[in-house]
Nanobody
Framework: QVQLVESGGGLVQAGGSLRLSCAAS????????VGWFRQAPGNEREFVGA????????YYGDSVKCRFTISRENAWKTVYLQMNSLNPEDTAVYYC??????????????????WGQGTQVTVSS
């Protein structure tokens, strides 16, 4: 079993930055991907980005490319989502998720096996 806890959310003004963390505990071996998703009220869940466990390859959704950066610490127990140039459209609950086996559908939520509880990000105009 894997437990994921997101933190770092909050209220920020447009143009500001936040860094979210996703801390993993439990069975932390054999991760293939760690992904970030977000969901705003009334919207579908949206892929934000993901990082591969082994090589650190990163993937980003089109709406956050060049603004958001995913990184991991060497011990592979925490993954970060650095969010810059935030705008009100980035307001959502942000979730991290883990996929334990290979998939090339890194952008698809149902591919992920474990999810955190989410952290709220609110960007004011």
């Amino acid at each position: 079993q894997v437990q994921l806890v997101e933190s770092g959310g909050g209220l920020v003004q447009a143009g500001g930055s936040l860094r979210l963390s996703c801390a993993a505990s439990g069975r932390t071996l054999s991760y293939y991907l760690v992904g970030w998703f977000r969901q705003a009220p009334g919207n579908e869940r949206e892929f934000v980005g993901a990082i591969s466990w082994s090589g650190g390859t990163t993937y980003y959704g089109d709406s956050v490319k060049c603004r958001f950066t995913i990184s991991r610490e060497n011990a592979w127990k925490t993954v970060y989502l650095q969010m810059n140039s935030l705008n009100p459209e980035d307001t959502a609950v942000y979730y991290c998720a883990v996929r334990t086996y290979y998939t090339d559908r890194y952008y698809s939520g149902p591919e992920y096996d474990y999810w955190g509880q989410g952290t709220q990000v609110t960007v004011s105009s």
